[in-house]
Structures are given as structure tokens and as C-alpha cells.
């Protein structure tokens, strides 16, 4: 553990790491700088995880448990008393984005903070019908589409219909409908419908999968745009709710058939560097200036994710708000300086500001500089439609350089058996460059030193989407 | 052929099975009056409604949930220290020595006679749709399958794709599996019997049924 001393608001606080993997070692890398003190949990699958030997080894006393599963709330709950927390953070995924959770670790006999957004905000933003209702009322465009969870497939094919008509009437050539749960996040439980006589099928098939996945069958369909930009707008406020700043925007265009997202780069578009058919920089203002709108309105209070569309011809709809930290901020925090100093941490600042401590600066104080790629490095099959792709890793290395931040929870220890009950993600690189040549050039020397081994289930070697992001080095950032 | 005398001998001359309760979460533990040695008895009815003998109170968030006996046998060891104390999820509690069942006997052989078809990776497994339709509306034996068809979705890592079934045809004899748990690789997922051996494979059932006695 870091030797740093708490201060102020900080101090006598300790905080439970109710996640795993990747996010888990960055929280308690996180508290480590701020010199919080935490605690750990994990489950059996997860006992070989590289976040249990970090938890193991850095935690001072009793600071990992094992748990039955992530997704229980009493057993997180049971282990931060046994443990004398006094916050909890979730992470990205299981109670990150359940305001239910967020209530109830507030609202407890033995009261807790959460640290993430209060629960009223999660409630508000993080059902993606009511961010489209709250979007539309304050004029910020949104994807044309259904407003509330569709449960009736008459009503759902009815929706279909009207959203193919319309983009036919658009002039749009090839018209696309985006069918996808309701309950879902990441990427998960989406299909597109190009035939509207195939809709059906795919309704179905989505709902099952709600129901299986999500326990609510609610599905919503919207129009899909085709060509777009996938960007994001980093907001962080604090609990004062009065002066929400952004740390810029991310591209995340590139994603996977599962519209799983594979390579992210801050800012969101580079104008000085390339051409775009539309007017860039205005794009990027109006996108924060929209994000900022809505968090000043709901009274935002920690680090969330304003997700947009940006059309070929420069139309920005707003997506989704992700109230929570996400996978990729630290594209976001390698690039954004604070009164000129670098070495932004976004999470070191969500636990600051949900524990109490103010922002202390302003959007002014706020500057970037250069251009930050990020890979994820996936244990998926590229040629079979990106399925995962499990097994042993025998060996994982790849060449360490100043400009590269490698974020992964496989053990320096191998073999490691890749869990099948967890997303199949292995690693996390940031590369960073003075511009965007710079940081496509380092990116393919990263790319080019890594080594992946290891064998699957059936006894093949083990495969990663390295493959497809090596391919794709040269088109990085096709915007 | 298959040889039934034999493996009912093998089961005869070891029949019993060593079960280790351990706390199915975390919480503070209190053991009620269990001796090594008392003999205790698993859940019973019809649909099991009641619940086996209790062995000990796990407390978590103000709510004791009893842990109980999950099959009839003997205490072999209780973990008395940990009387009192947090415990993790996953720590031995209780040691328990089951003797074994006829239903438990029957599902070994018929592990050994049926065409056993393996889960290719650890995953969770469910029925499709429409087959998942027919065996709630009746049950797994009205379910026939050929080589070939789509009869599973195999789910891992969130993301969902078809399994056909592949091997003899026949009918879903037994399931192997449950929603929402995981299977690993290569553990048999249905056992599936042709229709032509349907009554060899009943006689098998008789014959546990009557020559194994429980005690």
C-alpha cells in the first residue's frame, strides 16, 4: 500500500472493492495513491484472478473475502461490515448502475457512501427511456425510436414498421432496425433487422435473451445508423451538483459484430490532423455543451458518460448516459491535464468527489494535450464471428514503453484459466502520442511486441482479437 | 451387452458418498446441537418442501438462514472452531457420510447405458425455445432428437449461440444440466436413448428399483 496520508474528508474512510479484474486492481490502485485503505472480494472462479494477489498483497489486515457471486448485495454488504467500509465502489457492470443497490447502501442502519452518482440520478439516467424523455424535453436530439420498454410484439412490429418507412422516406438506401433489451448495457442483447419480414425472429430471439440474461423482457427498437461516429463525453462532478466540468471526448467507433467496443481514442474527433465531411470542432462543442445541459439539469454528482451517434453528415443523437466509471476513461485521463499538470487519474477523482471532497478546480483549469489510443485485448475468435474464445494463457508479454499503460488482471503467474463466467476481456493498453501519427505508430510497435499463448478447451492454440486490431492499425480512425 | 450385475456389486461393495456442507455465502455462524456421529436426514416430500435436518445458523444482514442437511447420512466432523465467527463463502462447515439412494444408483448406470452428449465448453446451457415448450408442457421424454439439430443455446461470457445436438437419435432420457449453472466441459449435458432400447433401459430402472435397498 502506498505510504500516502489521507486528509481532510478522507480520512477514517475505507472502501470496498465490490468488483473484479481489470476495474478491481485500478480502484485499489486508486485508494493506494489517495492512501484509502480497502477491501476486496472474490469469488471461486476467481480465485487465480491478478486482482486477488493485488488485494492479497496489498490490502493490510483481512482485506480480501471470498463471496459467493459479485451479484449478491448482502453478501457485499455482509463483507463491508465485517470489514468496517465505509463506502462502496462498484466498478463498471454488476451494481454500478443499479440504483436500487445505490439506495440501499446509502439508506441502511449502518449507513455507507456510494461511491458512483446518488441513487436519484442512477434512477433517472440510467434507464435509457427516461434519458431519451429528459433529452427531448431540454432539445437534445436523440435516436429516433421507441421511448418506454416494448413488451407486445404487435406493438414492437408496429414501431418496425413505421421507423423503416421513415427511413425511407429519408432517401436512406439500405434502412436498418436496431432491436435491443431494454435491461441490457455494454453492448449486450443487440441485433440489427435489415428485412422487415426477418423482424420478428430477431424480436423474439432479443426478448428470450432479455429474459434469460436480464430477467425483463423489455425490449426497445430504434432506427440504426449506419456510418456513424461512436463518441463519448466524459463528465465529472461533485456533490455539490453545481459545476459539472468535462475531460473531453472519446471515439469509439470501432467495435466488434456484437457492437462490443475494441479500440477507443481521445478526443473524439482531430480536426487539425484529419478531414471530416462535416464541421468537427462544432460537432464536439455542441456534444459536451448538450452533455453539460443535462448534468447541470439533473444536478449530476459524480463520473458519468454521455453516449452520442455522430451521422456521416455530422447529426449528433444522444444514445445513453452510463452513470457509472467506463472501461475506457483512461484514454480520457492519459490526455486531460489539470492546471497544467498530467497524470489524471478519473477514478482517484470519482472516489475523491463521492466521498465528499470538492472538485477544487474548474473547467478552465482544464486543458489536453496529444492523442490517446486504447486496445482491448479480447480472448474472442475474429474469424468466427467474435466469439469468446477460452482456455489456459501460458504466456502473455508484450515490449514496456513510457508511453504505453498496460492495465490487466492476468496474473504474472502463469498458467491462467480464463473464467467463462465473466466477460472474456484480458487487458486494457493505453498508448499515448504527441499526435494522432505518433500514437498510431506506437500503437503497432505495441501491437507487434505482444505475445499471447496458451491453448482453449479443445486443445487449439489460444486466439485474441490481436489479430483484428493488427489488421486494423492502418485504419485506426476511419471518422 | 452391458453388464448390470456387476456394476450393482461394484456400487454394493463402497455405497456411500462423503459430502462436505459449506457455507453457501458469507455471514456469522452458530451450529445447532449436531454430534458427530448423529445421523440426519436431507429435505423430504414430495417436491422436497421440508427441509433436512439443520446444522447450523449462517447470519447475514440481520437474517439467520438455517444450512441443512442436504442429504440423509451421518455427521463425520463438525468444524466447531469456527462457532461464532464471520466466515467466507465457500468454508466446510459439516462433513456428512450418504449412503447411497436408488435414484442416485439408477442415475450411475443409466450414466453408463444412455448416449451421454457432452457440454463442448464450460458454460451455462438452455434448451431452445421450442424445445424447452415441450418438456414444461410434458416432460424431457416426449422431446425426440436427431442428429444435427439445433437443440441447445450454450451461453458464456453473456454472449449466446446455438449447439446442435449431435449423435444417435432417440429421446431425452434424462437432463443433466440447469439453467443458470454452470457446466464444464465435457460433463454430459442429456442422456439420450434410442427409441428401440427405450425398454432395455426400463428394465435396468426395475431392477435398481428392487434390488437396492435403502437404508
Keep these: 500500500m502506498s505510504d500516502a496520508q489521507p486528509d481532510g474528508i478522507l480520512r477514517n474512510h475505507k472502501i470496498l472493492v465490490a468488483n473484479r479484474g481489470e476495474i478491481a486492481m485500478r480502484i485499489m490502485g486508486a485508494c493506494g495513491r489517495l492512501g484509502i485503505p480497502f477491501a476486496a472480494v472474490y469469488t471461486a472462479e476467481d480465485a487465480a484472478s491478478g486482482h486477488v494477489s493485488a488485494a492479497r498483497g496489498e490490502g493490510g489486515a483481512k482485506s480480501l473475502f471470498r463471496v459467493s457471486s459479485y451479484h449478491d448485495a448482502n453478501e457485499l454488504m455482509s463483507v463491508a461490515d465485517e470489514a468496517g467500509c465505509t463506502a462502496v465502489h462498484p466498478g463498471y457492470g454488476f451494481f454500478a448502475e443499479d440504483f436500487r443497490f445505490a439506495r440501499r447502501v446509502t439508506k441502511r442502519d449502518r449507513k455507507m457512501i456510494f461511491i458512483g452518482p446518488s441513487w436519484k440520478i442512477i434512477r433517472e439516467l440510467g434507464d435509457k427511456i427516461n434519458t431519451k424523455r429528459l433529452a427531448r424535453s431540454l432539445g437534445v436530439p436523440t435516436v429516433p425510436g421507441s421511448d418506454r420498454p416494448i413488451y407486445d410484439e404487435m406493438e414492437a412490429e408496429r414501431i418496425a414498421k413505421t421507423i423503416f418507412e421513415f427511413q425511407e422516406q429519408q432517401g436512406i438506401s439500405h434502412p436498418l432496425v436496431l432491436v435491443k433489451a431494454s435491461a441490457g448495457g455494454g453492448g449486450m442483447g443487440i441485433e440489427e433487422v435489415y428485412d422487415p419480414d426477418q423482424f420478428r425472429s430477431v424480436y423474439r430471439r432479443i426478448r428470450n435473451y432479455a429474459l434469460r440474461q436480464f430477467k425483463d423482457e423489455g425490449v426497445l427498437i430504434e432506427q440504426r445508423v449506419m456510418n456513424f461516429n461512436h463518441l463519448e463525453v466524459q463528465i465529472v462532478s461533485d456533490r455539490t451538483r453545481m459545476n459539472p466540468v468535462h475531460f473531453g471526448t472519446r471515439n469509439c467507433s470501432i467495435q466488434s459484430t456484437g457492437l462490443q467496443k475494441r479500440i477507443e481514442v481521445a478526443p473524439g474527433f482531430v480536426p487539425e490532423a484529419l478531414e471530416y465531411s462535416f464541421d468537427a470542432r462544432r460537432v464536439l462543442d455542441d456534444i459536451v455543451a448538450y452533455s453539460l445541459k443535462m448534468a447541470r439539469t439533473v444536478g449530476y454528482d459524480n463520473v458519468g458518460t454521455w453516449e452520442w451517434i455522430v451521422t456521416r453528415k455530422g447529426n449528433p443523437y444522444l444514445m445513453e448516459v452510463n452513470t457509472r466509471i467506463q472501461v475506457e476513461n483512461g484514454v480520457s485521463a492519459r490526455i486531460a491535464q489539470i492546471r497544467g499538470q498530467g497524470g489524471v487519474d478519473l477514478i482517484a477523482e470519482q472516489i475523491r468527489t463521492g466521498l465528499g471532497e470538492p472538485l477544487g478546480y474548474r473547467q478552465e483549469d482544464i486543458g489536453f494535450e496529444g492523442v490517446s489510443i486504447e486496445y482491448r485485448l479480447i480472448a474472442e475468435d475474429p474469424e468466427n464471428n467474435f466469439t469468446p474464445w477460452v482456455g489456459r494463457i501460458e504466456g502473455f508479454s508484450w515490449k514496456d514503453a513510457p508511453w504505453l499503460t498496460m492495465l490487466t488482471h492476468v496474473p504474472d503467474r502463469l498458467p491462467y484459466e480464463i473464467p467463462t463466467e465473466f466477460d472474456p476481456n484480458l487487458a486494457l493498453a493505453i498508448i499515448y502520442g504527441k499526435d494522432i501519427q505518433e500514437a498510431r505508430e506506437r500503437g503497432a510497435v505495441f501491437l507487434n511486441s505482444l505475445r499471447l499463448t496458451g491453448r482453449d478447451s479443445a486443445g487449439e492454440p489460444l486466439k485474441s482479437n490481436v489479430a483484428f486490431l493488427k489488421d486494423n492499425t492502418g485504419r485506426i480512425l476511419c471518422f | ?215
Design chain 2, 1 to 215: 451387452m452391458f453388464n448390470i450385475s456387476k456394476l450393482l456389486d461394484e456400487i454394493k461393495s463402497s455405497p456411500y458418498r462423503e459430502i462436505i456442507v459449506a457455507a453457501p455465502h458469507t455471514g456469522k455462524i452458530a451450529f445447532a446441537g449436531v454430534e458427530i456421529g448423529a445421523r440426519v436426514h436431507g429435505p423430504q416430500g414430495r417436491w422436497k418442501e421440508t427441509p433436512g435436518t439443520k446444522l447450523c445458523t449462517l447470519e447475514r444482514e440481520c437474517n439467520p438462514k438455517p444450512v441443512c442437511a442436504p442429504e440423509n447420512g451421518e455427521i463425520c466432523q463438525v468444524h466447531r472452531e469456527l462457532d461464532g465467527h464471520f466466515v467466507e463463502a465457500g468454508t466446510p462447515l459439516v462433513v456428512l457420510r450418504h449412503m447411497l439412494t436408488r435414484d442416485e444408483v439408477q442415475r450411475i448406470i443409466l450414466q453408463k447405458t444412455l448416449y451421454l452428449f457432452p457440454a463442448p465448453e464450460r458454460a451455462k446451457y438452455y434448451f431452445t425455445p421450442e424445445a424447452d415448450k415441450k418438456i414444461r408442457a410434458s416432460d424431457a421424454r416426449s422431446v425426440t432428437v436427431h442428429n444435427g439439430m439445433e437443440l441447445f443455446i450454450m451461453s458464456r461470457m453473456k454472449r449466446e449461440v446455438p449447439l446442435n445436438y449431435t449423435g444417435p437419435d432417440g429421446v431425452i432420457y434424462e437432463v443433466y444440466f440447469k439453467y443458470n449453472k454452470n457446466l464444464d466441459a465435457g460433463s454430459p449435458l442429456v442422456g439420450i436413448c434410442p427409441q428401440d432400447h427405450l425398454h432395455i433401459i426400463q428394465n435396468l430402472v426395475m431392477r435398481v428399483q428392487t434390488e437396492w435397498t435403502e437404508t
